[in-house]
């Protein structure tokens, strides 16, 4: 077996990960990811508990340096009128891509985590990341950007279990967090305090505005656009006498749009900053399906690339809430092909 690198964060999941490996056969080292935002302090004890009683070492690495662009980049997209998802950037830039050279400097051939995900391969045989058996914890939609070149090291030893099973072994394995809360929020803000940090660390900025149809009347005022994601329907604060839903942000007028549910309809989006396992001809439709939130299911597309960066998708039935700065990924038989970065719900 091998020498392998698991990123531990204190949890049942990376715990019972351990485990699984120790009995394997593997030599496992593991890492915790320490950075001065952490909202979860015990986290860091629980993954020093959980190696301790695996009896394997743990490394802690401080990430504050490559964060920052995770945070960064956080902030940016809320002044901008999108909707991000950190944990997929923060997979790519630095699960999957600082952690692989950390592995390589400790001489670990390979890396593991315990995202529910499963490694199979494709039709030619090359490696691919496809959907957890648990499909109700899978997060294949949150890997899609990990290099190709990097799926053959990979390691992802809950991909074939149930949250209960593993919950099952935690408890049979003696780790103090079998029944420790599965962590829902991002981990570098408080719950439901998103706009508040935001705010603290852009205070120089204005984005109070103006609730308004889709034809442009003003219906009433808001104080800040970066609360508000496509598709919400609560909090607006503003009685509009029937049911509406964010359909639009513009950060340039500080305009939210709002409307009915037919107006949050759209057959089309444009993603860019794409990442793919299989190649793709430019120009040449293909059929998959395409997921545009973590708890959606994806849905039967057509979609083409327009560079080697960008692609767009043109769906068979509408889709509702479509938001730029969420992701699309595209799947084949349960195996992501590649996704991106949902930019516009036009061509």
Excluded at 327 to 334: D, P, R
Aim: aromatic share 8%.
């Amino acid at each position: 077996m091998s020498h392998l690198l698991l990123a531990m964060s204190g949890g049942v999941d990376s715990s019972v990960a351990t485990a699984l490996l120790l009995e394997q056969g593997h030599t496992v080292s593991g890492v915790y990811m320490k950075h001065s935002l952490q909202t979860r302090p015990q986290d860091c004890e629980d993954a020093k508990n959980a190696a301790e009683l695996s009896e394997i070492p743990l490394h802690i690495v401080d990430i504050d340096e490559p964060f920052q662009e995770i945070v960064d980049r956080f902030c940016e997209d809320y002044l901008a009128g999108r909707t991000p998802n950190p944990c997929a950037l923060c997979n790519r830039k630095i699960k999957f891509g600082r952690l692989l050279e950390f592995a390589d400097s400790i001489g670990a051939v390979g890396l593991a985590t315990g995202h529910y995900v499963r490694l199979g391969s494709f039709e030619d045989g090359s490696p691919a990341l496809c959907q957890a058996r648990d499909l109700s914890k899978d997060q294949s939609y949150l890997l899609y950007g990990i290099n190709s070149n990097a799926l053959s090291r990979l390691h992802f030893p809950l991909g074939n279990l149930l949250k209960s099973q593993v919950r099952e072994k935690a408890q049979k394995f003696g780790f103090n967090v079998a029944k420790k809360k599965d962590s829902q929020e991002i981990c570098f803000v408080q719950p439901r305090r998103h706009v508040e940090f935001i705010r603290q660390r852009n205070p120089q900025v204005d984005t109070a505005g103006y609730f308004v149809s889709p034809d442009g009347k003003i219906l009433g005022n808001h104080d800040g656009y970066e609360q508000f994601t496509i598709g919400q329907r609560k909090g607006m604060k503003v009685g509009f006498g029937e049911r509406v839903f964010v359909i639009r942000i513009d950060a340039t007028t500080k305009n939210v749009v709002i409307g009915s549910r037919e107006d949050l309809a759209m057959k089309e989006l444009v993603a860019t900053e794409a990442n793919w396992f299989v190649p793709r001809k430019i120009g040449k439709p293909f059929r998959c399906d395409v997921k545009i939130r973590y708890r959606n299911e994806p849905s039967p597309a057509e979609v083409v690339l327009t560079s080697s960066d960008k692609f767009f998708v043109q769906f068979d039935a509408p889709k509702h809430g479509v938001a730029p700065g969420q992701i699309a990924v595209c799947y084949l038989n349960g195996c992501v092909l590649g996704g991106g970065t949902i930019g516009n719900t036009h061509c």
